[in-house]
């Protein structure tokens, strides 16, 4: 018995070696990259002969000026306000969806996941053109708007599975009290709903953070540029080689807020991501 | 961009919301009722319009531009030509060629990914130990910046900046000494390095999927079919599968939607775009209307993708239909 159970943890030891590798290799390889002193970058070794800070310090104060760190300023405030508003906007309308009766209930869901599948590329050439004559083009409005709209879906389905697993009864004890479905609403199902919301904002910043079509087609400078679309602009020495080390570097850097949440968030995560599939 | 599976599941269950027993009674609203009815669209209110704002306006504006010749380099020139932009994309060979590429790159990644997302999802159910070790380090693909994975696959990759594995591969014989991996000739290990970027990607997200669907296979089967004399094999093919077929055929349709989306990957491979060897459809699109700034016919490359995806989400929503009616009707 006991050389079978030794057997299985050695089994399962390698199983989860094979996974922690194969998740990990890609994100230690540009580790390594950003970590190879000037002249070796392109050295094509694994492990950087030198090891040198060089990148990191060229993308923050280095000769191509701040557009790095102008990137990730946008970068953040963008991603936070596009969170922040989305989810206000999702938390109402799933509460609505999940505790109340109203005719117009299944359009809202329908509606929510057809844009769910929407193609992103098919609506940015007219919000081009709509942004340029509106003044949003290259602003943070301008990118906030599309991450919303297209976060809200996610947020919207995300929230509402939550919301139907909170005790309805309290709901209900406070409206007996006197309280109007309102104060119902703030006083007893906000702070019940808050660790699904935390969820829902996690969910929806990384997909803000992570956009890339919005970035580069909405914006031109370092306005409202923000990190993934100043990654893909770095000019490198020649036009079919890229800056290696600075993209490196920028790439770790944009990495470490994902990875912090994925670390401290792992569980919230993966609830969020199959929040109602199970019921399906 | 990803979206979780709860997408589906409520509207589906929508169906069978208790709440509709009360239609019935509709005439009878008492006050409660209707401050309830008024609080609903009230808070559904922003959010639907903003959805309707940012999505329909353009995607109609979209089509009346399809229907324009219409190039932002010569303002003031646009006049209504009907069908004759479809006309041009539908007849040249460079549509059919990226539509072919995103075909081929989408189901080569999503079949891998059902297989490999199959897996990991059966790992983190069934492991021993270490549960939370693979959960969080299967999150990372998830969690990272795709244009960052894109440029992690292609400086490993790309001989001309300086990646380690064209050294790999001529060790071992499978690269000839002059070729680049990712090269504009180089058009079958471009493909095998966009698929290996995607499967990385995307494969933990199907395991999520997976894994929720997973939860609902009830072990006291598996312990009958066990006592039975049923093999792993046999158990996971006749019990694990069919009763998670509506959880596969939802991870399916959404990383097909996704996968045929693809976009950053493909851009970043392809040098910013400049590449065409594995164009797909969206790069297309933005090429033509970002690029060379022609808003009349990346219009019509936009309606004609935007047709495509509600073809692909409408043969497995009728899958999905038959699948659940089906279940109901046992």
Not at chain 2, 18 to 29: F, H, I
């Given at each position: 018995m006991s050389e079978r159970t030794s057997k299985k943890v050695f089994s399962w030891t390698a199983v989860n070696t094979v996974i922690v590798i194969a998740a990990l290799f890609p994100v230690l390889w540009i580790l390594s990259l950003s970590l190879k002193s000037a002249d070796t970058v392109t050295d094509g070794r694994l492990i950087p002969a030198k090891f040198s800070l060089d990148n990191y310090e060229g993308i923050f104060t280095g000769s191509g000026g701040d557009v790095f760190t102008k990137a990730l300023f946008n970068s953040l405030g963008i991603a936070i306000i596009a969170t922040l508003i989305a989810v206000t906007l999702a938390a109402m309308a799933a509460y609505a969806i999940a505790r109340l009766n109203f005719p117009g209930k299944t359009v809202i869901l329908t509606a929510a996941l057809a844009i769910a599948m929407f193609p992103p590329i098919s609506v940015v050439g007219p919000l081009y053109n709509l942004w340029r004559q509106l003044g949003l083009f290259d602003t943070w409005q301008g990118l906030i708007i599309p991450y919303m709209t297209f976060t809200l879906p996610l947020a919207i389905y995300t929230l509402s599975a939550f919301f139907?697993?909170?005790?309805?009864e309290l709901e209900q004890a406070a409206q007996v009290d006197g309280a109007t479905p309102f104060q119902a609403f703030r006083k007893i199902i906000v702070p019940l709903a808050a660790p699904g919301v935390f969820t829902t904002a996690i969910l929806v910043f990384i997909f803000a953070w992570n956009d890339f079509v919005f970035a580069i087609s909405l914006t031109s400078t370092e306005r409202a540029q923000t990190v993934p679309a100043a990654i893909s602009s770095?000019?490198?020495?020649?036009?079919?080689?890229?800056p290696t080390g600075s993209i490196a570097a920028a790439a770790v850097i944009v990495t470490i807020p994902i990875i912090i949440m994925v670390l401290i968030f792992q569980r919230r995560i993966v609830a969020g991501l199959t929040a109602g599939a199970v019921k399906g | 961009m990803s979206t979780p599976a709860s997408t589906v599941a409520p509207a589906v269950s929508e169906t069978t919301?208790?709440?509709?027993?009360?239609?019935?009674?509709?005439?009878?609203?008492?006050e409660r009722a209707r401050a309830e009815r008024k609080l609903g669209w009230m808070l559904c209110a922003p959010a639907a319009l903003v959805m309707l704002a940012v999505t329909a306006y353009p995607i109609l504006n979209a089509i009346w531009l399809s229907l324009q010749k219409s190039d932002l380099r010569f303002p003031g020139q646009s006049e209504f030509i009907g069908l004759d932009n479809y006309v041009t994309v539908l007849s040249s060979s460079l549509w059919w060629t990226d539509v072919w590429h995103t075909v081929v790159l989408t189901v080569i990644s999503v079949a891998i990914e059902l297989v490999l997302g199959m897996l990991l999802a059966l790992a983190m159910h069934r492991a021993i130990f270490g549960r939370g070790l693979i959960r969080t380090s299967a999150l990372i693909p998830y969690g990272i910046v795709t244009v960052v994975a894109a440029f992690a696959w292609r400086l490993a990759f790309s001989d001309a900046d300086g990646g380690f594995m064209p050294g790999v591969l001529r060790s071992v014989g499978l690269?000839?000494?002059?070729?680049?991996?990712?090269?504009?000739?180089s058009t079958f290990s471009t493909y095998v390095v966009a698929i290996l970027a995607e499967v990385w990607k995307t494969t933990p997200f199907m395991a999520l999927l997976l894994l929720a669907g997973l939860a609902l296979v009830s072990d006291e089967l598996h312990e009958a079919a066990k006592v039975d004399g049923a093999t792993t094999w046999q158990r996971f093919w006749r019990i694990t599968i069919p009763l998670m077929k509506p959880a596969i055929l939802v991870a399916l349709l959404f990383r097909t939607l996704d996968a045929f989306r693809i976009f950053d990957t493909v851009f970043v491979l392809s040098n910013n775009g400049s590449n065409?060897?594995?164009?797909t459809v969206s790069v297309l699109g933005y090429n033509t209307l970002l690029s060379r700034l022609n808003l009349g016919l990346g219009s019509a490359v936009s309606v004609l993708i935007f047709l495509c995806v509600v073809l692909i989400a409408a043969m497995f929503v009728k899958g999905l239909g038959t699948n659940l009616a089906q279940q109901r009707g046992e």
């Open positions: 139907r697993e909170i005790p309805w770095f000019t490198g020495a020649s036009q079919f080689s890229a | 919301d208790p709440g509709r027993v009360e239609k019935p009674q509709k005439k009878a609203l008492t690269l000839g000494a002059e070729t680049d991996p990712l090269a504009q000739t065409r060897s594995v164009e």
